[in-house]
C-alpha cells in the first residue's frame, strides 16, 4: 500500500469513525461497526492505524480542531498574538460544527456526558479538556509576555469557550434561542475584541 | 382557605412540579403525577392556582429567576447599573443551580432539548429565551443611557450566559471540567470586571 493509499484509508476510517459516533455515541459505538462503515473487512486491520477506540476519537477531535491535535505546535500557537490563537480556535469550532454529523455527534455526546461521563472520559479530556488546556497555556503566555494584564485566567478561558458553545447551540441545536444572532464571522471578530479589550495590558 | 395556606400550597406545588420535571422532563410530565407529588387528592385543585403545565414551568423558572418572572418590575432593573443587573442574574442562576433537583431537572431538560425542541418550547421561551430577553433591554438601557459604549448586545449577552453555563457546566454537571474553576463570588466578580471592563463608555 503506498502512503497516499494509507493516508486514504486512514480518513476514511476517521470519517466512519465520526458517522458511527454520531449515530450512538461514543459509549456505544464498537471498533466493529466501525471497520464495517470503513468498508474494512477485519478489524484487526483498523486496529493497525488506530489501536483503541480512544485514539480513533483524538484523531477525530484532532482533525476538528488541529490545535489541540497531540502532534500540534503548541509553542508556535502560544508564542503568537493571543486573537490570533482565539480566532483560529473559534473558526475551527463554530466552521466544524455547521457540519451535520458533527452537529449529531455533539447531541448525541453531550446526551451522554450529561449522565455517563466515566465511559465518556476519553471524550472529555480530548476534547474539551485539550481545548481548555491549550487555551491556559495561550493565556498564561500571553499575561507573561505582557500583552495581557495579569487577570484570572481560568475566567477569560471560560468566557470564550462558554460564548462559543452557546453560539453552537443557538445555530445548529436549538434554533429557536438563535434569535438575533450574527454571522459567524461577526460573531467571532465581536467577542475576541469584547473579551481582549477589557484585558489588555495598557489598561492598567 | 387563608391567603398562608393558600401560599404554601402553591409553594408546594411548585417544589413538587420542579421534582417531577427533573425526574422524567418537561415534556413527559403529567399535571396528575404532579399534583399526586404535591399530595393534592384532584388535579382540578391544581389547575385552580396553575391554569397549565406551561404556567408551572414559568411558576418554577420565576422562583429560580425571579428578574424574568412576568410580574418581575422590568424598569427597575434596566434602571440601575448594569453591573449590578449582571451580578443578580448570574448569583441567581448559579446559586440555584447547586439544588440537587434543579441539576437534574437542567439535565433531563436539557438532553431532552437537544432531540425535541417542540415539546419543550414552553421552557425554552419561559427559561433561556426569556433571560436572554431581559439581558437584551438591560444592556441596551445601558448603552442608551452613555453607560457602555455602543457594542455588539447580541455577542455580549451571550458572552455572559454563555460563561455560566459553562460554569455549571463544570461544577455540577461534569465536574471533571471544572478543574481550576474559582468560587462561585470570584466567578461572577472576574466575570462581570473582564466583560464590563471592555465595553465601558470612556473606553471610546
Known sequence: MTDAESSARREAILDAALEVFAEVGYARATIKAIARRAGIKSPALLYWYFPGKADLMRGVIARIMPPVAPEADLSALTAQPIALTLRLVAAALLT???RPPLVNAFKVILAELLYKQDENIDVLMAGPG?????????FEAAVERGELRPHNIEVSMRMFIGSLIIYILGTVVVPVLGDGLPTTDEYITALI??????????KE
Do not use: F, I, N, T
Request: proline fraction near 0%.
Open 96 to 98: 466544524a460544527y455547521q
Open 130 to 138: 485539550a481545548v481548555l488546556g491549550v487555551l491556559r497555556r495561550c
Open 193 to 202: 475584541s469584547q473579551l481582549l479589550d477589557g484585558l489588555h495590558a495598557e
